[in-house]
């Protein structure tokens, strides 16, 4: 099921429809907890969450992300309790799928769960080496016209394991380089928006990516997001045409994206923060696999 090398070159599997509806990948937190700390926002909050508020408010994200997307699930499993940040399985465009390697130990036990899933649904499975971690796309966001793909480095994965996706999906890459422990992963400080806009907190990254975010988006499609938001994981956002959804931010915030035509849906998440994740972790971004498409 996995495959090496991973050059694709037929056309025909990079030719998904952008029109079909979103579809999303979601994990219920049956088993979820909070073991171990692999992140700053892990620590002090080990077993401290509540598995029953958790479990409510997954489920008021699930009925958000239905209402605008179709929702798949993959069932939870023992010993992987940060399985439903499925955001962090891989990256998948166009039917084809680059499973992640974690940096930490504590989550390599969910790869092979991942990998069967993907396997199991048809996609175009593609193992990434564990020698440089790569943590799918919660470091790595396509830009929304689909030019470019975003991938953050530093924390967690590793600047080498970006080539092998410029030639799996034939695509410009930019590099970020994160620099706050606390935003570990690019989809906690960066989000690409319909309409040409990207939301981020600017400390999060070092002078010469923050420039590379600047030469792409124009100053009037830059939303800046002040660290009283960003520590509320408002990067941390779903984006589905003009809904976005995301944990609860300021009024301000809230404000200035309405401002652009968004709809903003606000769903409190505190039960995830305390894991270190929000709305975009809990779900990762799917198009429909090849074995599902006409020629
Ligand atoms: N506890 C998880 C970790 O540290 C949280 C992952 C959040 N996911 C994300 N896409 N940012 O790996």
């Known amino acids: ?13 990079l ?7 979103a579809s999303f990948l979601m994990c219920p937190p049956r088993l979820y907890d909070v073991n171990y700390v692999i992140n700053p926002w892990m620590a002090g909050n080990v077993h401290a969450s509540s598995r ?3 479990a409510e408010q997954w489920e008021h994200l699930y009925q958000a992300v239905s209402e605008v997307a179709e929702v798949q699930l993959i069932d939870p499993q023992p010993g992987s309790p940060d399985m439903v940040f499925t955001a962090n399985a891989g990256l998948e465009r166009s039917g084809i799928v680059a499973i992640s ?8 036990g969910e790869e092979p769960h991942f990998r069967q899933w993907f396997h199991n649904a048809g996609y175009l499975v593609i193992d990434t080496p564990r020698s440089t971690p790569f943590e799918g796309e919660g470091d790595a966001l396509f830009s ?6 975003w991938v953050g480095y530093g924390p967690r994965t590793t600047p080498s394991s970006h080539q092998p996706l410029r030639k799996i999906w034939n695509i410009e890459v930019a590099s970020l380089h994160l620099i706050d422990p606390r935003f570990y992963h690019l989809d906690t400080c960066f989000a ?6 990207a939301m981020y907190f600017p400390k999060a990254f070092d002078q010469a990516s923050l420039e590379k975010i600047e030469d792409f988006y124009p100053a009037e499609k830059r939303i800046i997001v002040s660290e009283a938001d960003a520590v509320c994981f408002a ?5 589905v045409d003009r809904t976005i959804i995301l944990n609860q ?6 404000a200035q994206l309405e401002s652009k035509g968004f709809h903003v849906v606000q769903v409190a998440l505190s039960e995830f923060l305390k894991a270190g994740g929000a709305a975009k972790c809990l779900v990762m971004k799917l198009s429909p696999p090849p074995s599902t498409l006409s020629a």
């Open 52 to 54: 029953e508020r958790a």
């Open 15 to 21: 030719s998904t429809a952008s029109s079909t509806p």
């Open 192 to 197: 690409p928006l319909e309409g040409g806009y």
């Open 144 to 149: 929304t016209d689909g030019t470019r793909l």
């Open 249 to 254: 931010v300021s009024r301000e915030l809230s």
């Open 1 to 13: 099921m996995s495959t090496q090398p991973i050059e694709i070159t037929n056309p025909a599997i």
């Open 101 to 108: 390697s974690f940096f930490h130990p504590e989550r390599q």
């Open 235 to 239: 990067c941390n956002a779903i984006n």
